[in-house]
Antibody, heavy 112, light 107 residues
Framework: QVQLQESGPGLVKPSETLSLTCTVSGDSISPYYWNWIRQPPGKGLEWIGYIFSTGKTNYNPSLRGRVTFSVDTSKNQVSLELTSVTAADTAVYFC??????WGPGTLVTVSS | DIQMTQSPSSLSASVGDRVTITCRTSQDITNDLDWFQQIPGKAPKRLIHSASILQSEVPSRFSGSGSGTEFTLTISSLQPEDFATYYCLQHRTFPYTFGQGTKLDIK
């Protein structure tokens, strides 16, 4: 059974870069779409974008070019970087394989 | 972006009730719509994909219907574990967009 686990700093300072990793176990990274979705505390879900195992990406324009995804097939990991963060980026971040398999999510708080 | 209008935003119901949640989209998305259930503190769980296909291991009391711009999620007989928040998601065009959510609680 495929399992996903997000990891990264729980606290990031404003204007800095948020970096998260999703480690996949139980199956290969390929050939799947890996979506990132976030949820601000007490609010709804927002699609951040996806990366295919080949590296093809599609990002939500609402993030105004601040987001980058990458894939490391040797480590069975996908990663997210979000630059110039503000308090509005405080959220639980989820990675999901094709919207079927989800990690438990990781809370990232942006605060000085 | 495709706008999603999910209704109601909240709903109180009893065990055994039949409930329906509606999602309307601002453009025709054929059947590219999924339904998710989220229990507080947990990741969303996909119940339905492609508007009407039940995800494996999801109880048959859940069903989805619709196409084009109007979709429904029906729970035929509410069970205690069904009290949660439900979201629709369109994946017809980028960016994918979610409905605002329907919080289902116990009457």
């Amino acid at each position: 059974q495929v399992q996903l686990q997000e990891s990264g700093p729980g606290l990031v300072k404003p204007s800095e870069t948020l970096s998260l990793t999703c480690t996949v176990s139980g199956d290969s990274i390929s050939p799947y779409y890996w979506n990132w979705i976030r949820q601000p505390p007490g609010k709804g879900l927002e699609w951040i974008g996806y990366i295919f195992s080949t590296g093809k990406t599609n990002y939500n324009p609402s993030l105004r070019g601040r987001v980058t995804f990458s894939v490391d097939t040797s480590k069975n990991q996908v990663s997210l970087e979000l630059t110039s963060v503000t308090a509005a980026d405080t959220a639980v971040y989820f990675c999901t394989r094709e919207l079927q398999y989800w990690g438990p999510g990781t809370l990232v708080t942006v605060s000085s | 972006d495709i706008q999603m209008t999910q209704s109601p935003s909240s709903l109180s119901a009893s065990v055994g009730d039949r409930v329906t949640i509606t999602c309307r989209t601002s453009q025709d998305i054929t059947n590219d719509l999924d339904w998710f259930q989220q229990i507080p503190g947990k990741a969303p769980k996909r119940l339905i994909h492609s508007a009407s296909i039940l995800q494996s291991e999801v109880p048959s009391r859940f069903s989805g219907s619709g196409s084009g711009t109007e979709f429904t999620l029906t729970i035929s007989s509410l069970q205690p574990e069904d009290f949660a928040t439900y979201y629709c998601l369109q994946h017809r065009t980028f960016p994918y967009t979610f409905g605002q959510g329907t919080k289902l609680d116990i009457k």
